[in-house]
């Protein structure tokens, strides 16, 4: 079983700042793309940014310039720095991650959520 553990959301003011994380554990062979997506009260589910285990990344539109997304491999970790915080940006934050796993010889790929992380963001 693999799974994935936010920390870091909380109350902010507009123009703060906050720093996501996103652990996996378990039985892991390796992590292959790792992401971010909000879901506002009334809203679907939408990406924020996510990161290739070669460091691509790739960023919504209405995050550019002032979210980074991150990834620490041998801690099995992602990470999301948000600066310049808006009141749009209030959301539950899940973080997603592209496993590879192995049974004895026979490996399978699946893509695992955590439970999400509030961030409110106070104008």
């Known amino acids: 079983q693999v799974q994935l553990v936010e920390s870091g959301g909380g109350l902010v003011q507009a123009g703060g700042s906050l720093r996501l994380s996103c652990a996996a554990s378990g039985s892991i062979f390796s992590i292959r793309a790792m992401g971010w997506y909000r879901q506002a009260p009334g809203q679907q589910r939408e990406l924020v940014a996510t990161i290739t285990s070669s460091d691509s990344t790739n960023y919504a539109d209405s995050v550019k310039g002032r979210f980074t997304i991150s990834r620490d491999n041998a801690k099995k970790t992602v990470y999301l720095q948000m600066n310049s915080l808006k009141s749009e940006d209030t959301a539950v934050y899940y973080c997603?991650?592209?496993?590879?796993?192995?049974?004895?010889?026979?490996?399978?790929?699946?893509?695992?959520w955590g439970q999400g992380t509030q961030v409110t963001v106070s104008s």
């Open positions: 997603n991650a592209d496993v590879a796993y192995n049974r004895g010889a026979v490996y399978y790929t699946d893509l695992y």
